[in-house]
């Protein structure tokens, strides 16, 4: 029994010995326990919050596009423009007017005379073309195109008439148609495609103004022109009761204002004239006229 005992012991220590190298490479292996201060816990808090932010959340599924909504085609009716008519005119302020008031369309277009241009020729060329106009007389006018009444002109004592649109026109020493005429052209310019302008005496002036007689007649001095004749030169004459004694009737002088405003001499032979019935010699009477009745040189 003993024996065994002092065979155990040696075995013992060796064990022992073993034991002891053993454990502590086993506790160099081991790992170290996890930490459980308050640091690693909100570090793991962190952690996990981080994690739930960086989850893919689920698609959005994208708005379904809103309808399209297409209106009706319009169905537009154009109708074809009108032709122009063959006579055309601008109206005027009133015409429009009027027919503004009474609902015509197209009031500020052209309007149809219903005159052919040959029409419109003709109707001016039918105007007086004889008698001078004067200052005192009264006139109508009126433009066809406007179809419009005729308005009322006056010559005044300047010889001028103030005229819609055209403004003051001289109008002594023309006749009805070359005051149209002249009318027409500045109407036409600006504010007409054809102006068929219209004019008449409605009353004549007493008289058409003045000529001055003087040298070898009987009654020399100013003579009133009547509206209602055509006086010539040797007609005035005879009316101021003829030539004075010592007359040179073949050398009658005519002073005469041009338009340019220069005087105008004419020389008339009244001995042709009166004696020999050449009327074609003579020479009609204007307003302002100046005549001179010279003298014979040899007086017999």
């Known amino acids: 029994m003993f024996t065994k005992m002092k065979t155990f012991r040696p075995l013992a220590g060796l064990a022992l010995c073993l034991c002891t190298a ?21 570090r793991q808090k962190l952690m996990e919050q981080l994690q739930s932010l960086n989850a893919v959340a689920p698609p959005t599924p994208a708005p379904a596009p ?9 169905t537009a009716v154009v109708e074809p423009a009108p032709a122009p008519p063959a006579s055309l005119g601008k109206p005027s302020a009133t015409t429009i007017s009027k027919m503004m008031a009474a609902g015509i369309e197209g009031g500020g277009g052209f ?16 105007l007086d073309d ?12 009126r433009v066809y195109e406007d179809r419009e009444d005729a308005r009322p002109l006056f010559v005044t004592d300047s010889g001028e008439v103030e005229v819609v649109l055209a403004g003051r026109i001289k109008a002594t020493d023309k006749t009805c148609a070359q005051l149209a005429k ?10 007409y495609h054809r ?22 007649v009987r009654t020399p001095g100013a003579l009133d022109l009547p509206t209602d004749e055509v006086l010539t030169v ?3 004459i005879l009316r101021a009761q003829g030539f004075a004694d010592f007359a040179n009737k073949r050398k009658v002088r005519v002073t005469r204002k041009g338009a340019d405003g220069l005087n105008v001499i004419y020389v008339i032979d ?25 003298q014979r040189l040899i007086n017999l």
């Open 22 to 42: 053993v454990l502590p490479l086993r506790a160099q292996q081991a790992p170290a326990p996890a930490p459980d201060d308050e640091f690693s816990r909100t």
């Open 66 to 74: 809103a309808a399209t909504i297409i209106p009706a085609a319009a």
């Open 111 to 126: 309007l149809s005379t219903g005159l052919s241009d040959g029409e419109a020729a003709e109707l001016m060329k039918s």
């Open 130 to 141: 004889k008698r001078k106009l004067s200052m005192g007389d009264k006139l109508s006018y």
């Open 182 to 191: 002249e009318i027409k052209t500045v109407l036409e310019k600006d504010f």
């Open 195 to 216: 102006a068929t302008v219209v004019i008449g005496v409605d009353q004549l002036a007493k008289t058409r103004g003045k000529v001055y007689l003087y040298g070898q």
């Open 234 to 236: 040797s007609k005035l």
């Open 270 to 294: 009244c001995t042709e004239v009166l004696e020999k019935g050449r009327s074609d010699l003579d020479l009609d009477v204007q307003a302002d006229d100046m005549i001179f009745v010279p």
